[in-house]
């Protein structure tokens, strides 16, 4: 097997090992067993635990990078919806995505390299959505003057904060709620800017 895709499997690995029992779970031997390969495997591909949780860290980022691709030929507030439905906690796989995040954050402020790894992505999430504001802007269904900034940084924080509501408490915070009130809050942007 190629040694880009073992690797690639073993970050996986720790990526479901982490989601299911946090960066104190993931040990060696979890994660190990998880992949179904012998500790020698791991420390073969990896110099220490470190650099294995970083690289399932890189596959949750990887996974969010691939969301925000797939917009496809979606502009403004339409293509922003599709994305921060996608960003929402609908399923197992999603929920492991989220307590991955969780489980770094909470690291974070003690990382300089974590913390340079969260700040990069949510530049890019940042950056996505001020561009898709101002298409819609710019397609005349955004009135013009807003602080295209801001309102990237609400929907954020919006969705931030939904998807890790819904890890702590999914059966209230339902696929349907979740996306109820991301679609709410755009609907409220669009026609408040659209002056009504």
Request: no cysteine; glycine share 6%.
């Amino acid at each position: 097997m190629d040694h880009v895709q073992r690797r690639s499997e073993l970050a996986e690995a720790a990526r479901r090992v982490i989601g299911r029992a946090g960066l104190e779970g993931a040990t060696i031997r979890a994660i190990s067993e998880e992949a179904g390969f012998s500790t020698g495997v791991l420390t073969h591909y990896f110099a220490d635990k470190n650099a294995l949780v970083l690289a399932a860290l890189s596959v949750t980022v990887e996974r969010s990078r691939h969301k925000m691709a797939a917009h496809g030929s979606e502009t403004g507030v339409a293509a922003i919806r599709r994305l921060m439905r996608a960003e929402l906690i609908v399923d197992d796989e999603d929920r492991v995505d989220q307590r991955v995040w969780l489980a770094f954050y909470a690291q974070a402020p003690f990382s300089d390299v974590l913390a340079a790894e969260e700040r990069a992505l949510d530049h890019e999430w940042r950056g996505l959505i001020i561009r898709l504001l101002a298409q819609a802007v710019e397609a005349g269904a955004l009135r013009t003057g807003l602080d295209l900034a801001f309102e990237a940084d609400r929907i954020l924080a919006l969705v931030d904060g939904v998807s890790a509501m819904a890890t702590f408490d999914p059966r209230y915070w339902s696929k349907r709620r979740q996306q109820d009130l991301l679609d709410r809050h755009l609907s409220t942007l669009a026609s408040v800017q659209r002056g009504r």
